[in-house]
Nanobody
Framework: QVQLVESGGGLVRAGGSLRLSCGAS????????MGWLRQAPGKERELVAT????????TYGDSVKGRFTISRDNNKNTLYLQMNSLKPEDTAAYYC????????????????WGQGTQVTVSS
């Protein structure tokens, strides 16, 4: 299996930017499609962005389209999420997740999860 560790979260003002990273170890990183998901207090976990094994195909949730960019570097075994124009409603714990098949389009399709990193956006 693959182990995932997120980093890069923090406190930022509305309109600011953050870049999250997710380091992978264990099995071959390029064998996995990856996703970023988030969960705010009292809300269900939400799929934010997904990327296929090569990085050639990505999808985004409607709430982050045009503001967030998912990418990966298979040579560094790392997944990224560039978050721009952040809003208070983006406040959540952010998780990276992996699945050893094509892109997963629902939360439940991901098999492996990191521990999460907190993003807080102040107004």
């Amino acid at each position: 299996q693959v182990q995932l560790v997120e980093s890069g979260g923090g406190l930022v003002r509305a309109g600011g930017s953050l870049r999250l990273s997710c380091g992978a170890s264990g099995r071959t990183f390029s064998n996995y499609a990856m996703g970023w998901l988030r969960q705010a207090p009292g809300k269900e976990r939400e799929l934010v962005a997904t990327i296929n094994w090569s990085g050639s195909s990505t999808t985004y949730g409607d709430s982050v389209k045009g503001r967030f960019t998912i990418s990966r570097d298979n040579n560094k075994n790392t997944l990224y999420l560039q978050m721009n124009s952040l809003k208070p409603e983006d406040t959540a714990a952010y998780y990276c997740a992996a699945r050893p098949r094509g892109i997963g389009r629902t939360v439940t399709e991901y098999d492996y999860w990191g521990q999460g990193t907190q993003v807080t956006v102040s107004s």
